[in-house]
């Protein structure tokens, strides 16, 4: 059973098979035509992270806890392995990334455990497109989203909250949009370029140009000195 991925010099955890919501962007959902949804082993998933950080050819230096979204009656599994990770590695920087649902991202616990910084992703901000690609996240809104941003960063402290945006997504102009919504309430906006993934039903999507990247990451980089973040 896969558990742990390492990209450079980072071990990303993935403690959950399959996913409780599907996005059409996400190859998650589509890779698996079964749709198959488990939770892997707690003590599994703390050996694999050991056994990545001590690596002798490739050691990690920090680890993100990623991967599926649990269903709300595994909330309680979500939380339990995000303390036994954190506590088993305190002097490693852990940060995870997950959607803000119900029971699964406890503020004060994660502090509490040690928890390096937050991924909240938003990434599509634009509404008319949100609701093609990512229903459940527009069913959930953007205020939902940056509310729980702006609190995660009054708990956390400072530049510890990131929020994602998928550039080429939607019109840049709407993810410029992002980025300043997620700037103003001291999130760390993230510019992740959007490439279509085969077994998506955005396959034929065209992904941004080179200009546009370029474009749109000096602009954002102007919002986000402009906020301090």
Excluded: W
């Excluded at 490739?58 to 506590?87: C, M, N, W």
């Excluded at 459940?136 to 702006?150: A, D, I, S």
């Excluded at 919504?181 to 992740?192: C, E, F």
């Amino acid at each position: 059973e896969q558990l742990v991925y390492t990209h450079a010099d980072r071990a990303r955890l993935s403690p959950i098979r399959g996913c409780s919501m599907t996005y059409t962007f996400c190859n998650i959902p589509y890779d698996d035509p079964m749709k198959v949804y488990s939770l892997k082993s707690i003590e599994g998933s703390v050996e694999a992270v050991r056994r990545a950080l001590e690596d002798p050819a490739q050691p990690a230096r920090h680890v993100l806890i990623s991967g599926g979204t649990p269903k709300p009656k595994d909330a309680g599994f979500q939380r339990e392995l995000y303390r036994s990770v954190l506590d088993a590695f305190p002097d490693v920087d852990v940060n995870t990334m997950m959607v803000p649902i119900a029971g699964v991202l406890d503020l004060a616990e994660l502090r509490a455990h040690g928890v390096n910084e937050l991924s909240i992703n938003l990434e599509v901000f634009g509404r008319d497109r949100a609701r093609e690609v990512a229903r459940q996240k527009y069913n959930q809104g953007v205020p939902f989203y940056l509310n729980f941003v702006e609190e995660a960063t009054n708990v956390l402290g400072p530049n510890t909250v990131r929020s994602m945006l998928l550039v080429g997504l939607e019109a840049l102009e709407d993810t410029l949009a992002g980025v300043e919504a997620i700037a103003q309430r001291g999130g760390v906006p993230v510019l992740s370029p959007f490439r279509p993934d085969p077994v998506t039903p955005l396959r034929d999507t065209r992904p941004p140009s080179a200009e546009e990247l370029r474009d749109v990451y000096l602009r954002a980089r102007d919002i986000a000195l402009r906020h301090g973040v």
